[in-house]
């Protein structure tokens, strides 16, 4: 337990050097995680069951070899398709949206830094740096927000990307 609060403390910290960008930064990070975690669930759990339905339909079909049979099954394979893409559009835009909300962070510090400046001069480094430190640490998080949604929303679409080929290749065609 005692971990937990000096971790809730450090947080406290970090955000508090970071200045109030960082909850964007973070409410955008819990969404885009959120949302990926929601989108391997379907993949792997609810998609297989949904492509055994659409193939014993098809299977149980008397005519599969006429052109209406034909556009049944691509209009199928779409629904299914459209199914296993929802979101992603959404989490790849998340995606970029989160070194921009750093940059955000940036320019805020910066302002803190002119303001700084304007009232105090020059003259006094140790009130500049807070602002400098303020402008920084909310780029740096919103870039490895990024980074960790890239990699893991690539990944995610390779994986829709063949579970829609495999969906695709179990409905033959004669």
């Known amino acids: 337990m005692l971990y937990l609060i000096e971790l809730w403390e450090s947080v406290r910290d970090f955000i508090a050097t970071g200045g109030d960008v960082l909850y964007i930064v973070a409410a955008a990070l819990f969404l885009m995680w959120l949302l990926m975690i929601e989108r391997y669930w379907y993949v792997s759990s609810v998609f297989p069951k949904v492509m055994k339905q659409i193939i014993n339909d098809w299977e149980s079909r008397k005519d599969t070899t006429s ?55 020059t003259g006094n480094p140790r009130l500049m740096a807070g602002g400098i430190s303020m402008a920084t640490i909310p780029t740096m998080a919103g870039m490895v927000a990024a980074l960790s949604g890239v990699f893991f929303s690539s990944r995610l679409e390779a994986k829709v990307k063949i579970s829609k080929e495999r969906l695709v290749d179990s409905l033959p065609h004669h």
């Open 67 to 121: 052109w209406y049979a034909h556009r049944i099954r691509e209009a199928w394979i779409s629904q299914a398709s459209d199914k296993l893409s929802e979101r992603l559009l959404l989490i790849k835009t998340l995606v970029a949206i989160c070194p921009l909300i750093g940059l955000l962070g940036t320019v805020t510090g910066m302002i803190s830094v002119f303001e700084v400046m304007s009232v105090q001069g």
